[in-house]
């Protein structure tokens, strides 16, 4: 069973930046894809940004301002967020998969607010 942890989360200002973390527990390979998603109220999740063992992808709205990495010694994963903006306000989750098995965490709240 694996389990997800985000943290890193909080309240920053127009222009500020953030770094969330995920820490894995249990058995996760390099060979999972990782990424996080968001959320925001009323609205569906979204990727924010994905990354496997070769690539990263990211979403049109955070590229050149997000940064996904991961840690595959320590079982962690990261986003560090930049510039950011009053629509990136939402709840971001992490998460961990491979063709058959998915996993997710509790998320972490991100307020972009003046």
């Known amino acids: 069973q694996v389990q997800l942890v985000e943290s890193g989360g909080g309240l920053v200002q127009p222009g500020g930046s953030l770094r969330l973390s995920c820490a894995a527990s249990?058995?996760?390979?390099?060979?999972?894809?990782m990424g996080w998603y968001r959320q925001a109220p009323g609205k569906q999740r979204d990727m924010v940004a994905t990354?496997?063992?070769?690539?990263?992808n990211y979403a049109d709205s955070v590229k050149g301002r997000f940064t996904i990495s991961r840690d595959n010694a320590k079982n962690t994963l990261h986003l560090q967020m930049n510039n950011l903006k009053p629509d990136d306000t939402a709840v971001y989750y992490c998460?961990?998969?491979?063709?058959?098995?998915?996993?997710w965490g509790q998320g972490t709240q991100v307020t972009v607010s003046s």
């Open positions: 249990g058995s996760i390979f390099s060979n999972y894809y």
């Open positions: 998460h961990a998969g491979t063709a058959t098995l998915s996993y």
């Open positions: 990354i496997t063992s070769r690539s990263t």
